[in-house]
């Protein structure tokens, strides 16, 4: 349970009444980056457990989170950051329904290789992302990611390209993470035309990840030390 002084030092940085209480849990949901950036440095100051979740549609209700833990949204960062039909990319926030929107591009000629009728009405783009295999073929597809690390900082990695030129590959490592090392907050996506049929499509269920896997080497284990080195992001 949140204890009353810390859930006040949340509650003071939200607009308007963004959270909601169920039972003993406390689940806060901010409308930006801005504000959940402070959410974040907040609970990292006072120790306060972060469990991030989207819509919540798939979240397993037999999850036990710790005693001073909180429920972060990113349902309410939603907004569609860009579409480029030219060259063939866009970016999302965390927080948009997949199914919606490319519902809206599917009309349109444009598609992605995930089945669109084995995703629940209610998935987001971030929480998609969150629980793909880092091995994937679909991963190869997401070009550029934003997240929150757990001292506020907003990270921005990837572009509208394919190439990978920083030395690893960052997209990986937060594919299928659970939100354990920060919160997505968009995502940039090479989009395929449907077409000319060449997108081959995978179901949703074949390619989500039961747990996260840390992949192995010593970038990876230095990431893992500076993106949540007090462990601030609960995810088991």
Not at 21 to 36: L, N, R
Not at 90 to 104: S, V
Request: hydrophobic letters at 35%; glycine letters at 8%.
């Amino acid at each position: 349970m949140l204890s009353p002084n810390n859930r006040n030092k949340l509650i003071s940085l939200l607009e308007h009444k963004n959270y909601q209480t169920a039972g003993d849990s406390f689940v806060i949901f901010p409308d930006d980056t801005d504000t959940m950036a402070r959410i974040i440095k907040t609970a990292n100051r006072f120790g306060i457990k972060i469990v991030v979740i989207g819509s919540g549609s798939t979240f397993d209700e037999s999850f036990r989170h710790s005693e001073n833990s909180v429920f972060l949204s990113t349902r309410r960062v939603n907004s569609v950051v860009y579409v480029d039909k030219t060259n063939m990319f866009a970016e999302f926030q965390a927080g948009c329904i997949w199914k919606t929107e490319f519902g809206k591009l599917t009309s349109e000629g444009i598609t992605f290789p995930l089945n669109i009728g084995s995703i629940g009405d209610k998935r987001t783009f971030g929480g998609i992302f969150s629980s793909l295999k880092n091995d994937s073929c679909v991963t190869n597809f997401f070009t550029g990611i934003e997240f929150i690390t757990a001292d506020g900082t907003l990270i921005r990695y990837g572009s509208r390209t394919l190439k990978n030129v920083a030395g690893y590959d960052l997209i990986k490592f937060m594919a299928g993470s659970m939100g354990k090392f920060g919160v997505i907050t968009s995502l940039t996506l090479r989009l395929f035309p449907s077409e000319d049929g060449s997108c081959k499509t995978v179901e949703i269920k074949d390619i989500s990840a039961q747990n996260y896997r840390i992949p192995e080497g010593r970038i990876y284990k230095n990431l893992i030390l500076e993106l949540d080195p007090n462990g601030v992001f609960q995810t088991d």
